[in-house]
């Protein structure tokens, strides 16, 4: 079954640019129909959706981040990638991957970034 692996610096200082990767395995990400976001949380608040990227590699942002964000994926690793430019604390935050297809999802577990200098 697919599953979905979160990797990057756990911490980053503001002003820089905040990169992770979701590594998908049991499933490739070009599959007709699978979408691939990434979400975060904020402590103490709710899940903010960030952006996506199709299946046919084409992304959609958040309106609130969309001067600072960019999606995008490697077929030959399958994995897609988040880039969050100019951090501030307030990007702190536990950052996850999600695939979904119809009305299947699945999140990683999950990983904490932090911005901080």
């Known amino acids: 079954q697919v599953q979905l692996q979160e990797s990057g610096p756990g911490l980053v200082k503001p002003s820089q640019t905040l990169s992770l990767t979701c590594t998908v395995s049991g499933g490739s990400i070009t599959t007709n129909g699978y979408y691939w976001s990434w979400i975060r949380q904020p402590p103490g608040k709710g899940l903010e959706w960030m952006g996506r990227?199709?299946?046919?590699?084409?992304?959609v942002y958040s309106p609130s981040l969309k001067s600072r964000i960019s999606i995008s994926r490697d077929t030959s690793k399958n994995q897609f990638s988040l880039q969050l430019t100019s951090v501030t604390p307030e990007d702190t935050a536990v950052y996850y991957c999600k695939a979904a297809v119809r009305r299947w999802s699945l999140w990683g577990q999950g990983t904490q970034v932090t911005v901080s200098s």
């Open positions: 990227i199709g299946y046919e590699g084409i992304s």
